[in-house]
């Protein structure tokens, strides 16, 4: 087994910075750095694989990443969710190369070993006469994902068979998911995610989403030019910021009075009632003052629930989307659009149409953020930012919150809430969790005399 | 309908509406957006859905439920007006892009002044001083109408031709 390191100095300067409130600038893009995150966070954590309607037929199949991991995600015939890697037993070639589809049997082009819905080996061409009676298929069937659990119609993988449970992973996090996910009784996918890749690191982007509503006023200051959003430079301030175990974290972003700038996010009121329905006293009483959520899933999975419109008319939808690394300075970025199963047809079409208008590539709030997400990476190689001794003083703030704001004991929901949004809890957690992953049993290399 | 009731795509009808497209790419690469908008009908219908890798022989490779972009003449208006903002930083400062508008096939429609139009683009982008050149490339199928003697753009579905776009973002109209 390869350890990896990491030298004790810059490690120990590392952990004092931390301390601190500030972050060395030079892990951002680190290329050892990011070896480790892709092994010691990614071969570890739950990774977001998709979402139940997205395969809704015995048969169907979408396939994902997991990092560098490829994955066909399937419903077998007695309608149980299963994951494979996606690659034949026999020479490891990727096995399908569609996004979706629904099928019975998955044959690999090279030679025609072919696998049915439980990944079982079913076909070898010419079998016996080149394998003899030797050969036992049930030793060659697809590779499964360790682990796959689902929250709310959430599908995770794990590649860690000796990981936590996905629900105790979660923790609190649950409870804020069964309002973004269950309020109505069920979201559903429109169509495909979006795919497109950003110069980006994926630290930044996930922290860019789900810990930072303080960019929001500068960042995408062209909506309150055009009197989109309001002038008050605190207004994305204003609400919670809840921390969570494991570096989750969610935004409730309500506004300047503390209620909702429209009710329910601007949903129809004939929505109301399974809101009451589906969600505890403490939930509703948050879902009706929030104006957006915005948060993530630790290691890189984030979402949004905003209220939008391009066409005068606001619309409340959510947003989840999956960054998945492909290099210290790439990301590709996969967004996918969910709503109330239960909303009336008309909404949906509007609200897809406002998250257009919005987010993903074409969004134009999204735009604004690869601008930034670029802007951090293309100065992280300079000889004064990647200075691991730190004689530049190249770290960035953190101290946003630090020490001086106290958690909200009234707050109605589980986890740490400060009575802001714009503070660094989420995204100092999430240094955190990045540090105790990537050093785990990391063999710290003496210094050289 | 048989060929003879059509309309003949005449070379003259073909210079026009090139020179349309010519003109519409101008607007786009010299930041005229308002001028551009204006080649559009009120009616307008701008799509732009998802390509996805499908297996299989001759199937149809364009997702239908999935899109970049679906717009009318209001939400390409608040998407231009914005454009006009100090604070787009996508564009401020300004990228530097070219359209490149080729392969023009024009038939004819029952409606003797409406076109169905199939053109190929190829869109180049630089970016501040950054040495990497971002394109996409795919078709485009629009509904071109003569309106008060002026050729307008009725409708448009941009067919990408990557699954998975490699611009960092999509802040161009193609």
């Given at each position: 087994m390869i350890k990896k390191t990491l030298e004790e100095?810059?490690?120990?300067?590392?952990?004092?910075?931390?301390?601190?409130?500030?972050?060395?600038?030079?892990?951002?893009?680190?290329?050892?750095?990011?070896?480790?995150?892709?092994?010691?966070?990614?071969?570890?954590?739950?990774?977001?694989?998709?979402?139940?309607?997205?395969?809704?037929?015995?048969?169907?199949?979408?396939?994902?990443?997991?990092?560098?991991?490829?994955?066909?995600?399937?419903?077998?015939?007695?309608?149980?969710?299963?994951?494979?890697?996606?690659?034949?037993?026999?020479?490891?070639?990727?096995?399908?190369?569609?996004?979706?589809?629904?099928?019975?049997?998955?044959?690999?082009?090279?030679?025609?070993?072919?696998?049915?819905?439980?990944?079982?080996?079913?076909?070898?061409?010419?079998?016996?006469?080149?394998?003899?009676?030797?050969?036992?298929?049930?030793?060659?069937?697809?590779?499964?994902?360790?682990?796959?659990?689902?929250?709310?119609?959430?599908?995770?993988?794990?590649?860690?068979?000796?990981?936590?449970?996905?629900?105790?992973?979660?923790?609190?996090?649950?409870w804020y998911l069964d309002i973004l996910l269950g309020r109505s009784g069920g979201m559903e996918v429109i169509g495909l995610p979006q795919r497109w890749v950003a110069k980006a690191n994926w630290k930044a982007t996930t922290e860019n989403f789900a810990a930072d509503p303080y960019h929001v006023q500068t960042t995408h200051r062209s909506t309150v030019e055009m009197g989109i959003s309001p002038e008050d430079p605190l207004y994305a301030g204003y609400g919670h910021q809840v921390v969570m175990k494991n570096a989750h974290g969610i935004n409730v972003i309500t506004s300047k009075t503390g209620k909702a700038r429209v009710p329910f996010q601007g949903t129809p009121d004939s929505m109301w009632p399974l809101f009451e329905q589906h969600l505890t006293p403490e939930q509703l009483d948050i879902q009706s003052k929030v104006t957006v959520f915005v948060g993530g899933v630790y290691p890189n999975l984030s979402f949004v629930s905003p209220i939008h419109g391009t066409e005068g008319d606001l619309h409340n939808y959510l947003n989840f989307r999956m960054w998945r690394p492909l290099s210290p300075e790439k990301v590709e970025v996969w967004c996918w659009f969910l709503i109330d199963k239960a909303m009336p047809e008309e909404y949906k079409q509007a609200a897809y149409k406002g998250y257009l208008g919005s987010f993903g590539p074409s969004g134009t709030l999204e735009q604004d953020d690869t601008e930034t997400w670029a802007r951090i990476v293309e100065v992280s190689k300079g000889l004064m930012m990647k200075d691991k001794e730190l004689n530049y003083n190249s770290v960035s703030n953190y101290l946003m919150g630090y020490k001086r704001v106290e958690p909200d004991e009234n707050f109605p929901g589980p986890g740490t809430a400060y009575p802001t949004t714009y503070i660094d809890s989420i995204a100092r957690s999430m240094h955190e969790r990045w540090l105790e992953l990537i050093s785990k049993d990391l063999f710290v290399k003496e210094e050289s005399r | 309908m048989s060929s003879d009731v059509k309309k003949k795509i005449t070379p003259e009808l073909q210079m026009e509406i090139t020179n349309l497209y010519y003109q519409e790419a101008y607007f786009l690469d010299n930041r005229k957006y308002k001028e551009w908008l204006e080649l559009f009908t009120d009616d307008i219908s701008y799509k732009m859905p998802l390509r996805e890798t499908v297996e299989g022989v001759g199937v149809e490779n364009i997702a239908d439920d999935s899109f970049y972009f679906e717009e009318t003449i209001k939400s390409l208006s608040t998407r231009v007006n914005r454009l006009y903002t100090k604070s787009a930083w996508v564009e401020n400062p300004a990228t530097r892009q070219r359209h490149f508008i080729t392969n023009i096939i024009i038939e004819s429609t029952e409606n003797p002044n409406e076109f169905r139009v199939r053109s190929y683009f190829l869109f180049k982008r630089s970016r501040g001083s950054t040495i990497d050149i971002e394109e996409m490339f795919g078709e485009r199928v629009d509904k071109v109408r003569l309106e008060n003697n002026q050729w307008k753009i009725a409708s448009r579905i941009v067919y990408p031709d990557q699954s998975v776009i490699t611009t960092m973002n999509m802040s161009m109209f193609l």
């Open positions: 100095k810059a490690f120990k300067h590392l952990k004092e910075k931390m301390e601190e409130g500030l972050l060395p600038q030079w892990v951002l893009t680190d290329p050892d750095i990011y070896e480790l995150e892709i092994e010691k966070i990614f071969g570890y954590s739950w990774q977001f694989l998709g979402h139940e309607t997205e395969i809704k037929e015995p048969g169907s199949y979408v396939t994902r990443w997991m990092v560098y991991d490829p994955v066909i995600l399937l419903r077998n015939r007695n309608g149980e969710i299963k994951a494979f890697l996606n690659s034949c037993t026999h020479r490891g070639t990727q096995l399908c190369t569609a996004d979706r589809g629904n099928k019975k049997t998955f044959t690999c082009p090279y030679h025609g070993w072919s696998y049915n819905l439980d990944g079982d080996l079913i076909g070898i061409v010419a079998g016996n006469k080149v394998y003899g009676e030797e050969m036992d298929k049930s030793e060659w069937g697809l590779r499964p994902i360790p682990k796959v659990e689902s929250y709310q119609g959430m599908i995770f993988g794990n590649l860690d068979p000796n990981a936590e449970s996905l629900e105790d992973y979660l923790g609190d996090m649950k | -």
